[in-house]
Nanobody
């Protein structure tokens, strides 16, 4: 089992920045990748960014060049640095940890970008 706790969401004006954190605990040695997903009202959950245990990253086209995913293995924490935020980035952001057999999710953190 892996437990994930997110933090760092909030309200920011368009063009501003936020950094989300996701602290993992439990069977962390089984984690092969971590990622961030988001879900806006009335929309399906979508991938934002992922990072593997070998630091290979992948981004949604809509956030490339603005968001950066990283991880600190010593702290068992993944981060999502979000710059140049747009109103369309408003959503609940969820942290994900993938093992070879399971997917684990955090409780979500709200990000609201005002125009």
């Amino acid at each position: 089992q892996v437990q994930l706790v997110e933090s760092g969401g909030g309200l920011v004006q368009a063009g501003g920045s936020l950094r989300l954190s996701c602290a993992a605990s439990g069977s962390i040695f089984n984690i092969r990748a971590m990622g961030w997903y988001r879900q806006a009202p009335g929309k399906q959950r979508e991938l934002v960014a992922t990072i593997t245990k070998f630091d290979s990253t992948n981004y949604a086209d809509s956030v490339k060049g603005r968001f950066t995913i990283s991880r600190d293995n010593a702290k068992n924490t993944a981060y999502l640095q979000m710059n140049s935020l747009k109103p369309e980035d408003t959503a609940v952001y969820y942290c994900n940890a993938a093992t070879f057999t399971s997917n684990y999710w955090g409780q979500g953190t709200q990000v609201t970008v005002s125009s």
